[in-house]
């Protein structure tokens, strides 16, 4: 059974950067998709991005030109880049990986971690 496990939340201030990091266990890493996404609190669930088993990456447009999804196949490792961070990111974020088809749902998540971006 697959596991998901994010780190490098915290608090920063506005203009600041964190990078967040997803360690997985237990399933073929390399084989699977991945996603970052996140859920600022009243708000609904929001997918930021997305990182193919091949590297193609695909953003939100509250993401563009200030995230950077990557991923290390050599480590298990599904990294969120997130630089310029605004009030409206706080939240909630999520790893997901291994989608069901193009377009499914994601059969591993992670319980998350807290950003808190201050003014």
């Known amino acids: 059974q697959g596991q998901l496990v994010e780190s490098g939340g915290g608090s920063v201030q506005v203009g600041g950067s964190l990078k967040l990091s997803c360690a997985a266990s237990g399933f073929s890493f390399s084989s699977c998709g991945m996603a970052w996404y996140r859920r600022a609190r009243g708000k609904e669930r929001e997918l930021l991005s997305t990182?193919?088993?091949?590297?193609?990456?695909t953003y939100a447009d509250s993401a563009k030109g200030r995230f950077t999804i990557s991923r290390d196949n050599a480590k298990d490792t599904l990294y969120l880049r997130m630089n310029s961070l605004k009030t409206a990111d706080t939240a909630e974020y999520f790893c997901?990986?291994?989608?069901?088809?193009?377009?499914?749902?994601?059969?591993?998540w992670g319980p998350g971690t807290q950003v808190i971006v201050s003014s």
């Open positions: 997901a990986a291994c989608r069901i088809g193009d377009t499914g749902d994601f059969v591993y």
């Open positions: 990182i193919s088993k091949t590297g193609i990456t």
